[in-house]
């Protein structure tokens, strides 16, 4: 089993930044991919970013790119979501995730293990 538990939410104005972390225990997130989601109010949860165990290849929802990055600290067990220039759009309850297998960046993959989420608030 893997406990995820996130941090670093919070509100920001349009603009800003926000670093939220993910810290893993129970297992050492090394062999895991690892994702983080988001869930605006109304809306279906949608994958924001995501980072292999493997190859460390990082992938990222087309709405954020070039402004969130996804890093992982193996050492720390924890990973990371940077995310810089925010809008008021990526307002919304941020999850992180815990997968193994066979991974693609698609709602076909499965991740297995799930964080309660962290409240991002983006203010105009």
Known sequence: QV????????LVQAGGSLRLSCAASGRTI?????????QAPGKEREIVAAIRW???????ADSVKGRFTISRDNAKNTVYLQMNSLKPEDTAVYYCAA??????????????YWGQG?????SS
Request: glycine content about 16%; charged content about 10%.
């Open 3 to 10: 406990q995820l538990v996130e941090s670093g939410g919070g």
């Open 30 to 38: 090394s062999s895991y991919h690892m994702g983080w989601f988001r």
């Open 54 to 60: 493997d190859s460390g290849i990082t992938h990222y």
């Open 99 to 112: 997968g193994s297998g066979s991974f693609s960046f698609s709602s076909s993959y499965e991740f297995s």
């Open 118 to 122: 962290t409240q991002v608030t983006v």
